[in-house]
């Protein structure tokens, strides 16, 4: 079992950044695939970035490569997403999911994920 805790949501005029935040509690955090999604008001939850277990795999999309970066930090139980060149358009709730996983793959489907956290907002304003 993994809880997920997100961070580092708020309001940012476009251009600017924002680091989220996602701290996991649980054993062999290591061991987990993170992603992260997002939701805007009256869409469907989307795919923002995953990275593997041990960081050396990640993958983003088209809408945010060269802007968004993943990391993580396994002494730390967290994973973070660099948020820079912000645009209205990327105001959601972004959400940080987890995936148990030996394979060091990454995974762009929801449904690939076991745990999820609460989510936290970005507002980007023009």
């Known amino acids: 079992q993994v809880q997920l805790v997100e961070s580092g949501g708020g309001l940012v005029q476009a251009g600017g950044s924002l680091r989220l935040s996602c701290a996991a509690a649980?054993?062999?955090?290591?061991?987990?695939?993170m992603g992260w999604f997002r939701q805007a008001p009256g869409k469907e939850r989307e795919f923002v970035a995953a990275?593997?277990?041990?960081?050396?795999?990640?993958y983003y999309a088209d809408s945010v490569k060269g802007r968004f970066t993943i990391s993580r930090d396994n002494a730390k139980n967290t994973v973070y997403l660099q948020m820079n060149s912000l645009k209205p358009e990327d105001t959601a709730v972004y959400y940080c999911a987890a995936r148990r996983d030996s394979s060091d793959y990454v995974f762009q489907r929801q449904y690939a994920y076991d745990y999820w956290g609460q989510g936290t907002q970005v507002t980007v304003s023009s």
């Open positions: 990275i593997s277990w041990s960081g050396g795999h990640t």
């Open positions: 649980g054993r062999t955090f290591s061991r987990y695939a």
